[in-house]
């Protein structure tokens, strides 16, 4: 059985929804990260949003403020992507 795509709905500062693929849930040193793809717009670049929770334990998605970091994900997914292309 195909697995099925996860679509989440985003919405910014204005209120505006955007709809995005779940790509990919990876960890980086301790921290879970969300790899998103907008769902109806061909050749746009992914997203990363951090995975964070609330004080009631909902899970929240947040922007990753710092650059090293942002850096430092990204380039892990691209690992994880170059090692699943060599298989």
Do not use: C, H
């Not at 195909?2 to 790509?23: H, K, N, R, S």
């Not at 040193?29 to 995975?51: F, N, R, T, V």
């Amino acid at each position: 059985m195909a697995e099925q795509e996860e679509i989440i709905t985003l919405v910014d500062e204005e209120g505006t929804e955007y709809d995005f693929m779940v790509v990919d849930i990876i960890e980086v040193d301790g921290s879970e990260y969300a790899i998103l793809l907008p769902d109806e717009e061909e050749g746009e670049e992914a997203i990363i949003l951090k995975l964070a929770y609330d004080d009631d334990g909902n899970e929240l998605l947040v922007d990753i403020e710092e650059d090293e970091e942002w850096e430092k994900v990204a380039d892990a997914w691209e690992e994880k992507l170059a090692g699943e292309e060599e298989e």
